[in-house]
């Protein structure tokens, strides 16, 4: 393949959003090359390459380069045409993984993980988010426990105060993605 059509991602294992481009290109058969990016700044060979975008994944196909989730499966869709997986139905999945379920997953996981989130990661998501990385606040959300008493998340049946009144009145908590 001619080095200026080859597709190259630039991503690291534990993104989300770069695991969906990854399924999204075995499912349509696509050849790709990796590139393993730091999950914390600085990041020396994408930001220059980028113009100043530092998120994950990004997608380079000879010169040009595609910054965000949703413009890379649309290039992905262009250049492989298959069922319209981004319409619809599709769309509206997506849209609900990459924002509420995303913004959920993120403090259920960094409270699991507890004090073995590096200090390093932790700075830095408070220097892109601008608000606190509170590890300590994800650890204390009731509904991270798995035990039957257990408060529902909101949309469930039995509600309790503390679960619908997420994640607004949770010092610390995200309301955009923080990683
Ligand atoms: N809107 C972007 C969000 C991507 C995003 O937030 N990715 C996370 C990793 S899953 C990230 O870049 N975190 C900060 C970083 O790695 O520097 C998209 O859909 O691609």
Known sequence: ???????????YDASPFSEKVRLMFGLKAMAWRSVIQPTIMPKP????????????PVLQIGADIFCDTQVILAEIERRSPGADDLAG???????????????????????QLGDKVPRAFIEDREKLSGRPFDV????AAPFRCASSSAPRLPGSTRRSPAATSWPARRPGWPTSPPI
Do not use: C, K
């Not at 393949?1 to 991503?11: D, G, K, T």
């Open 136 to 139: 300590a606040a994800m650890q």
């Open 1 to 11: 393949m001619p080095a200026e059509s080859e597709i190259i991602l630039h991503h």
């Open 45 to 56: 060979d994408l930001v220059p390459l980028t113009g100043g975008y530092r998120r994950i």
């Open 89 to 111: 139905p599709g769309f509206a999945v997506n849209f609900w993984a990459d924002r509420l379920f995303f913004q959920v997953t993120v403090p259920v996981i960094f409270g």
